[in-house]
Nanobody, 116 residues
Framework: QVQLVESGGGLVQPGGSLRLSCAASGSIFTIYTMGWYRQAPGKQRELVARIRTGGSPNYADSVKGRFTISRDNAKNTVYLQMNSLKPEDTAVYYC??????????WGQGTQVTVSS
């Protein structure tokens, strides 16, 4: 069993910053990728950013230059630093973990609201 615990969501004004964290625990095989997806009301879940083991990060075009993803492999934790937030960034953000066996795990989601 794998658990993903997310933290760091909340309400922020446009132009502000938030940092999301996601810690993985449990029976984790070798991690292949960790990342973040988001889902806004009435929209499909979309990739925000992900980072593969030994690879470079990938970002959605809409967040390039504003968001930064990083990993602490020793802690099985992934972070998402979000700067210059916009109202259109409002969504539930989900942590995602993929392992080399092919299994995929999701966090419970954390709400990010960007509003004045």
């Amino acid at each position: 069993q794998v658990q993903l615990v997310e933290s760091g969501g909340g309400l922020v004004q446009p132009g502000g910053s938030l940092r999301l964290s996601c810690a993985a625990s449990g029976s984790i095989f070798t991690i292949y990728t960790m990342g973040w997806y988001r889902q806004a009301p009435g929209k499909q879940r979309e990739l925000v950013a992900r980072i593969r083991t030994g690879g470079s990060p990938n970002y959605a075009d809409s967040v390039k230059g504003r968001f930064t993803i990083s990993r602490d492999n020793a802690k099985n934790t992934v972070y998402l630093q979000m700067n210059s937030l916009k109202p259109e960034d409002t969504a539930v953000y989900y942590c995602h973990l993929g392992v080399v066996t092919g299994s995929i795990y999701w966090g419970q989601g954390t709400q990010v609201t960007v509003s004045s």
